[in-house]
């Protein structure tokens, strides 16, 4: 999976889009996206969406295509730990076989997936806080966070300097939010309805 998200990245990277370490979800006539370390709680936030009658739009890996600033869709599975599936209820489905040894489920989202592009309204950043709160994010913050959770910098471990004017210019034009709260599954419909 892993060379494969990698390669993708790669792929889109060269071909002048966008692609950040960020899970989406599809609200209404747009798209929110979650940005965060690996951890940090982007698939399960997505997923706990999903659960509320949002569609999955992207998950781990997040391709956006500058012109109107459209996130693409991505696959329809999600990869949640076993606490994190038990919280939110969901009905666990595997692959046909399995990945050995995996950690993670794997959701297949067949109705609750997005197969069309979205234009990205809002960007947040995870960060843990003592309670769940929203924090607006200047352009620069923004930016500071687009290249942080840039794929190619993130997985391929390569300095995306060429990427600077692109993430300067979409930092300017999508909104992007901090959005703290503790690392617990307890607070997810708190963070849901923020």
């Not at 698939?43 to 999903?50: D, F, G, N, R």
Request: glycine residues 6%; aromatic residues 8%.
């Amino acid at each position: 999976r892993r060379y494969v998200w990698v390669s993708l990245g790669v792929l889109f990277s060269q071909r002048g889009f966008l692609v950040l370490h960020a899970s989406a979800a599809a609200m209404g006539s747009g798209a929110v996206a979650f940005l965060g370390c690996s951890g940090s709680g982007k698939s399960t936030t997505v997923a706990a969406l999903c659960a509320r009658g949002h569609a999955l739009l992207a998950e781990d890996l997040m391709v956006v295509r500058l012109e109107g600033n459209q996130v693409l869709p991505g696959f329809p599975q999600i990869r949640l730990w076993p606490d994190a599936v038990r919280a939110l209820g969901l009905e666990v489905r595997f692959p046909d076989p399995p990945p050995p040894g995996a950690l993670k489920h794997v959701l297949l989202s067949d109705r609750q997936f997005s197969s069309r592009a979205m234009p990205l309204r809002r960007i947040y950043v995870l960060a843990e806080g003592p309670c769940v709160r929203l924090i607006p994010l200047s352009p620069r913050e923004a930016f500071v966070a687009l290249h942080r959770h840039a794929y190619s910098r993130q997985i391929i471990r390569v300095k995306a300097v060429s990427s600077f004017p692109s993430y300067a210019a979409f930092a300017l034009q999508v909104r992007a939010l901090r959005l703290e709260r503790p690392q617990s599954l307890e607070t997810l419909d708190e963070v849901v309805e923020a």
